[in-house]
């Protein structure tokens, strides 16, 4: 029984090695390029409670090098001090302006009911929608401006270097770009125009704008929570390509501090991606059997089963190399098996809760299982 199930452990840490060593050749950064007179950046940032982020985020924001930009931050209904910063940062650069969402209309989830209104209060050509955590490069909106307008692409996605400090989030967050790098087939989506190819960040996207009125924006995804991710797919249903690029020079982003948040935070979206009935046993099958079985299976056999060990070797391999090229906390490599199952911990909670008809909240908002 352990050698079969070593031998299928082998199988499954084998496919996305090959394909994370074919990714990490083709997800590079961007490069800036001679742009079009007249290309304005509107760096959008949805803004809900956010005095500890949003001042340096926009600050990073206005340090932007190599295109115009303007800084629009949307305050929705925050009960801190975020609009007295911003307004207060507003009043030093005339390049920052702030803006007030509305009442939440009904069937609208939060964030994307803010990126919408922010996408109205813009004047650029290209909309760079990046959250309150995320702090962007200088060369940053020059850099994926340019791949948009070079590579025809008006949907353009990064993952920035995520920053962990804790265990929590030495848990949770290294997930991000091990799905990113390990099973997306980057050729084949920037090759194909299927919407189940698509994928985004909703850390740090860019839009073309006259592309993203066309398709509807965040409109056409109100009732969404995964902002990135549906986006994109609502582009490639159109007809239009997205693309993800490397992303760990272009920003910087602390998602969560601790254990709690961050399970929150990845448990809210989970049923509009991985936490499905026909998609959890499948993705369960190939991160438990690629990545969480050959340790116990190397134990089991007492060190002697080759196909256990080259299955760990193959998954920590890969950890490693994703590790180092988005230069992230070398602790995540040890502590992937770990990583992967408290991921798909999470994803099993979140189907029950879904199926039991239990809301998901966040930022002090409930809503409807999906």
Known sequence: MIAWLALAALVLAALPACLGAVNLIAMR????????????????????????????????????????????????GSTDSTPAIVAELAARDPRVRLEGAPPLPEGWTGKVHACFRLAQAARG???????????????????????????????????????????????????????????????????????????????????????????????????????????????????????????????????????????AGFAKNAHEAMATPRALPVWTVLLFGGHVLPLPLVIASGGTSVPAWAALALSLGLRAAVTLATRENPWSIPLHPATVLTGLAIQWTALARNRRGRPAGWKGRLYPAG
Not at 236 to 243: A, Q
């Open 29 to 76: 950064s961007p490069a800036i390029r001679r742009l079009p007179d007249g290309t304005l950046v509107s760096i959008l940032i949805p803004a809900r409670n956010e005095e500890g982020n949003i001042g340096a985020a926009v600050e990073a924001a206005l340090r932007s090098t190599g295109v115009a930009v303007e800084v629009v931050v949307m305050d929705d």
């Open 125 to 263: 050509t290209h909309l760079l929608f990046v959250d309150a955590d995320v702090r962007l490069e200088p060369g940053a909106a020059a850099a994926l401006v340019s791949h948009a307008v070079a590579a025809g692409t008006p949907l353009v996605s990064a993952v920035p270097r995520q920053i962990m400090r804790s265990p929590g989030e030495l848990l949770t967050v290294p997930s991000i770009n091990l799905l990113m790098l390990g099973y997306l087939p980057v050729p084949l989506m920037r090759t194909r125009p299927d919407p189940s190819l698509g994928a985004a960040c909703g850390q740090m996207l860019l839009a073309e704008r006259e592309a993203y009125a066309a398709v509807g924006g965040h409109e056409a995804i109100r009732t969404r929570i995964h902002d990135g991710l549906q986006l994109a797919r609502v582009f490639r249903e159109s007809g239009r390509r997205t693309d993800v690029v490397a992303g760990a020079r272009l920003a910087t982003c602390r998602m969560y501090r601790g254990f709690g948040e961050a399970w």
